[in-house]
């Protein structure tokens, strides 16, 4: 019950942070969502896809390589509100990032401020299936920095 609680307050918080899309493929949020991620204990029987995170700079450059004061890279289920999350104990991350599993469905993609508090991310909503991998078998997706210092 406590986790069926906290799914529909994360899923309700997130749904009100975000904004209409913009030209660059991104829906820009607020600039840092304290939310924790909630990692669900069943199985999904949905299949799963290969996602490779990047940023997408204030400019509109699609950024792959190099560290980021990042936190975690997040993807939110829209109709379940499972979050799954990149996290790797720090507060940097280096790009791109991976997630091997995300199951298939729509999402609203996002990153948590990282340690430094030297950038803000927006999110991105998409759909994750067949039609969107890649011909390297990963669909990437871009997180819009909002703000950085």
């Known amino acids: ?23 660059h493929d991104a829906i820009i949020g607020s600039e840092n969502i304290p939310v ?3 990692m669900s204990k069943e199985v999904s029987k949905a299949k799963t896809y290969k996602i490779r995170y990047g940023l997408l700079s204030k400019n509109g450059d699609k950024i792959l390589s190099g560290n980021y004061d990042v936190g975690s890279f997040m993807a939110t ?23 091997e599993e995300l199951p298939e469905g729509t999402y609203t993609f996002w990153a948590m401020q990282g340690q430094g508090g030297w950038a803000g991310y927006g999110s991105v909503q998409g759909t994750v299936s067949d039609a969107q991998v890649g011909t390297d078998g ?4 871009y997180i819009p920095i909002t703000w950085e210092e």
């Open 1 to 23: 019950m406590k986790n069926l609680i906290l799914k529909t307050l994360v899923f309700g918080g997130l749904s009100m942070g975000f904004t209409a899309q913009s030209p």
């Open 36 to 38: 924790k991620s909630i």
């Open 77 to 99: 289920n829209n109709v379940t509100g499972e979050t799954f999350d990149t996290y790797y104990g720090g507060g940097f991350q280096s790009l791109p990032a991976y997630y």
């Open 138 to 141: 990963y669909i990437t997706v």
